[in-house]
């Protein structure tokens, strides 16, 4: 998966600008909302023309313009990262049956409708061997407006333990296994499903 990035633009504080739902936002907001816009329009253009694509992987595949939800500046949360004392070692298994294993090393927590919810993060290992962090999550989307296995966040562990990470729904993305049948990915466990409608981020591509 492709790594996401952020480039920040400054507006004039005088400027409040009004988006499509009717909604009065911050020039802060604003150009947040014009940078994932802005990044979304980068990763379709990656899919229809880089070698790598899963559209460009699979004959099979046919390349169109990724679904998304409008940008919402509320599904955006800040929280450290809480460890688990046990990282246990757990089998998740991927979407053509074969078992994986992955460590639960820790979650994440943020309070949304006046409830709290907490994200598991995963350490997994690529085939190469190398290490990553990664979150996975269902909701009450799944399924429906979304992919029916479930949608992933993009995770970088920070050395600091003091370090504050973004939950950025916005960023939600579909794994490749959304796009082509040739592709596995790991399916969320039942530890991993948020009792609340996740409107934000990619929406189910078929």
Known sequence: MIK???LFFLIPASMFLLNSCGKNYTPEEEA???EINQLRKLKDEDFKSSLYSPFNQDV???YAPLKYFDVDPDLKFTSKLFEYELKDTIQV???KGEARKAVRYGYLKFIYQEKEFKVNVYKGWTEN???YFSIW???NTT???TYGVGRYLDFELSPSKEFTYTIDFNLAYNPYCAYSSTYSCAVPTKEDYLDIEIKAGEKNFH
């Open 4 to 6: 996401i990035f952020f």
């Open 32 to 34: 947040y909302i014009n």
């Open 60 to 62: 099979k595949a046919h």
């Open 93 to 95: 298994l991927g979407t």
């Open 129 to 131: 061997g190398e290490a």
């Open 137 to 139: 999550f269902t909701d």
């Open 143 to 145: 399924g429906e407006e």
